[in-house]
Each structure stands twice: as C-alpha cells, then as structure tokens.
C-alpha cells in the first residue's frame, strides 16, 4: 500500500447501507486506498447487520460512536430517545457474533509513526459526547500536537484549521442533516495533509420502504428520508 496514497473516510452510517455502499464506491473510485469509519453504524434504521457487513466486506478500519457505546451499555440509553433510535430492539435482531465485532471496536484511533491523526466519533475532549460544529471553537485542537483529527457525531460535514492542524468532520453517510438525502464522506490527501468533502444522493423513500419491512422507523427519522435534498434539518442530537 502506497502510504501517500489517499485516505476514505465516512461516518454516521445508522442503519442506511444504500448510503454507506454509494460513499464507499465513491471514495474508491476516488482512488482511497485506506478506509476509515468513524462510529454510529446503529441507530435510527434497522438495517444495521447489512451495514455492518458492508463495513466487514470494505476492509474498513472502525471506531465506536456514541450508539454503538448505547447498544453495548457503556452509555446509558434513555428509553424515551431510544423510541427514535431503536437501539434496544437492534441488539436484539444482531447476531452475538455481529455485536462482539462491534464490542471490539475502539473509542478513538491514533495511526501514523508517530500518532499524529487522530480519529475519534464526537470530538478529542469526549469521543462520544462531543459534538464539534462549523461554528464550534476548535482554537484549542492546534494544542494536541496533531496533524490531521477525523471525527463525525453531528451528521453535518466541514473542513477547517486549527493552527497547522487540519480539523475535518466527515458528516453522515446515512442520515445527513444538513443537506437530506444526500451522503458525505471525505477523501483526505496525506501527503498534502489536505481533504476534501464527496456527496452522493441516495433514495430517501426506498430505503424507508426497505427498513420498514423490518421495523418501525420513527417519525422523526421518517422526515429527514423523505425531505427533498437541500431543505435544512433540525439538530437532534
């Protein structure tokens, strides 16, 4: 593998395989050759076990999001918000085999010789709990001697700098907010040290008659699947 060669990255998949598949084929056909997801691939959609196979297929390298953190217990799970995020009733149609893989994915990832990317799912001060917007103050990231730092949570892509370093959030693959129906990921150039944000539009309305064939799937997610592509989203964390 080239180590200059570029980097895929996508996050936030949550139950939406159509989403994930379109940016993986995206980021590919873009020539990454190291692929990165950055958590959330429960959650909201019930077509989780086709999202993590996907995952398994692409050779991804996965971290953990706050709903896998949910799914597993080492976050509590409010039963009211889990009545939009179906988080219980995941873990019971997931095959133990499926929910020990994800177990087994850690909460943040330090690669390079010398760990200068970080990759986490919220933001470096909590990589669950943390969520790091456009207009977020990120000054205090130049101080984390890193090079690059990935991360996704709010299902809304930017690209900035802090100092030197380049602050990249890669959105959602699956259920993006600020542009519905339409996926983003991120192909990251390692020796520019530079990244770029990719969006592919996927089929709101077929994926809800998919998922629903399996679940329920809550209003609230129902109305970000079926919004036409450039009407903005409410945050809903």
Known sequence: MNRDAPWGFVSDAHGNPIGLLNCLRALLAAGAERLFFLGDAVGYLPLESDVLRLLEESGAECISGNHEAMLLGRLPLDPVRDGVYGLAAAAERLAPSLVARIAEWPDRLRPGPSGEFLMVH?????????YVYEESDIAGFADLGCRAIFFGQTHRPFIRKAGETLVVNVGSCGLPRDTPGVSSCVLYD????????????????SLLERAERIAPVAPAVQALLRVKPGQLSSRYG
């Not at 919220?122 to 943390?130: A, F, K, T, V």
């Not at 390692?190 to 309305?205: E, K, M, Q």
């Open 122 to 130: 919220g933001g470096p001060e909590d990589p669950w709990r943390q």
């Open 190 to 205: 390692p020796f520019a040290n530079s990244a770029r944000i990719l969006r592919r539009p996927f089929a709101g309305g």
